[in-house]
């Protein structure tokens, strides 16, 4: 059977709690961050979605609406259709010119 056991309080502020918190936590975040980038598929980039309009794409690619349209229908970029009208992952646009 164990020993007894010892209890130690010790007083500290809202302040000084939340200090120790968040340095436990960037603590867990880097280690996560780590595993990532040194994970199955090599330095992985996390980027989140940023879906854009039909217009939008053309603008930014400084191409015409009928360029992106002919490049949805034969395959070059994934659109998704809502309402009526297309819009895209410019992420997932520019991550698949560049391979």
């Given at each position: 059977?164990?020993?007894?056991?010892?209890?130690?309080?010790?007083?500290i502020t809202p302040s000084e709690f939340d200090q120790i918190l968040e340095?436990?936590?960037d603590v867990k975040f880097a280690r996560?961050?780590?595993?990532?980038k040194e994970g199955p598929y090599g330095s992985a980039v996390i980027q989140r979605q940023e879906?854009?309009?039909q217009s939008q794409l053309a603008d930014?690619?400084?191409v015409t609406r009928q360029t992106i349209s002919k490049w949805r229908k034969t395959g070059?970029?994934?659109?998704?259709?809502?309402?009526?009208?297309w819009f895209f992952d410019f992420n997932e646009v520019?991550?698949?010119?560049?391979?």
């Open positions: 059977m164990p020993g007894p056991v010892k209890i130690i309080t010790i007083t340095t436990k936590l996560i961050e780590k595993l990532i879906w854009i309009s930014r690619l400084k070059v970029i994934k659109g998704c259709l809502i309402g009526g009208s520019i991550r698949s010119h560049i391979r």
